[in-house]
């Protein structure tokens, strides 16, 4: 399996990306994605996650309301929408996979994903 991210860029606060996730896997619809990110210095941090089907989300409280997480099991892939960026948002993103996850569920911590894209990185100047 082999996940690949793409669609960071930079932008000015308040503006919008989607970033998507492109993945290999001839089971993507049971795989269970997430999107982390990682900042200049701090540690890489949970963003969003979503279930087989797309049924479950969840979302850090930091991007709540702002960012939508959604799946094309169709494509084998995952985006992530982010609208009213914020500076505090530039980080290098993440996709996530967990390849043996359970119908239903959702993953908030990392170790808890088996397969990691290349990440992508996201400016976000004010």
């Known amino acids: 399996v082999q996940l690949q991210a793409s669609g960071g860029g930079a932008v000015q606060a308040g503006g919008s990306l989607r970033l998507s996730c492109a993945t290999s896997?001839?089971?993507?619809?049971?795989?269970?994605m997430g999107w982390f990110r990682q900042a200049i210095g701090k540690e890489r941090e949970f963003v969003a996650t979503?279930?087989?089907?797309?049924?479950?989300?969840d979302y850090a409280l930091s991007v709540k309301g702002r960012f939508t997480i959604s799946r094309d099991n169709a494509e084998n892939t995952v985006y992530l929408q982010m609208n009213n960026l914020k500076s505090e948002d530039t980080a290098i993103y993440y996709c996530?996979?967990?390849?043996?996850?359970?119908?239903?569920?959702?993953?908030?911590?990392?170790?808890?994903?088996?397969?990691w894209g290349q990440g992508t990185l996201v400016t976000v100047s004010s």
């Open positions: 896997g001839r089971t993507f619809s049971s795989y269970v």
């Open positions: 979503i279930s087989w089907g797309g049924r479950r989300k």
């Open positions: 996530a996979a967990r390849t043996n996850g359970v119908s239903g569920a959702v993953y908030a911590r990392d170790y808890e994903y088996d397969v």
